[in-house]
C-alpha cells in the first residue's frame, strides 16, 4: 500500500509537469488495498492522496473528495495529514469562487501551519492565495481564520465541503 503512495508521489514531484491522472490511479489503489485489509490510518492518507488529484485536475468533485479524506483523518487524528488535505480545500473553494471561505481556512493556516508535502511542492497555497487575493479584500476572513482553533477550521472545511456558502 505505501508502494502506491509513492509511486502517486513520484507522479506529481520532481517531474516537469505533474501527471494527475497517473498519480491518481496510484492513490485509489492505496485506498483499496487498505480497505480491503482494513487499515483505516492508510486508507485516510490514501485518501489524502485521491483528494489532492483530484483538486489539481480542477474536478468538480474536489470538495467531495477533500471532505472523504478530511473526515477519515480527522477520525484518526492525523494532524499533519489533515493540514495538508486543507490546502487542497482552500484551493478548490477558491477555484469555485468562494474566495471568503477559502480566506477563513487560510487565515488559519497562514497563522499556524507551515505548508508541507506534496501541496507546497505543488504550491496549491500559494495559488489559493493569488486568487483570493485577486477575488477581493479578504483580509478580514484571513483574519478570522487565524484566530479560529484547529477543531474550528477542520470543522469548517468540512461544511465548506458538503454546502455551497457557509460564511
Known sequence: TYTCLLEGHAFL?????????AATTYY??????ARAAS?????AIALRG????????????????CQEALFALYECRLWQKIWQVLDSVVLALARTGRAEEA??????LGAHIPSCGVEDD???????SEMIHAAGDFSAALARGAQLSAEETVALALASCRS????
Do not use: C, K, N, W
Open 122 to 128: 505543488l504550491g496549491f497555497r500559494a495559488t489559493a
Open 28 to 33: 485509489q489503489r492505496a485506498v483499496d488495498q
Open 164 to 167: 455551497p456558502s457557509v460564511t
Open 13 to 21: 514531484v520532481g517531474q516537469s509537469a505533474p501527471d494527475y491522472e
Open 39 to 43: 487499515d483505516v490510518q492508510t486508507e
Open 50 to 65: 485521491v483528494a489532492l488529484t483530484a483538486t489539481g485536475l480542477g474536478r468538480d468533485d474536489a470538495l467531495d473528495r
Open 103 to 108: 480566506a477563513l481556512i487560510l487565515g488559519h
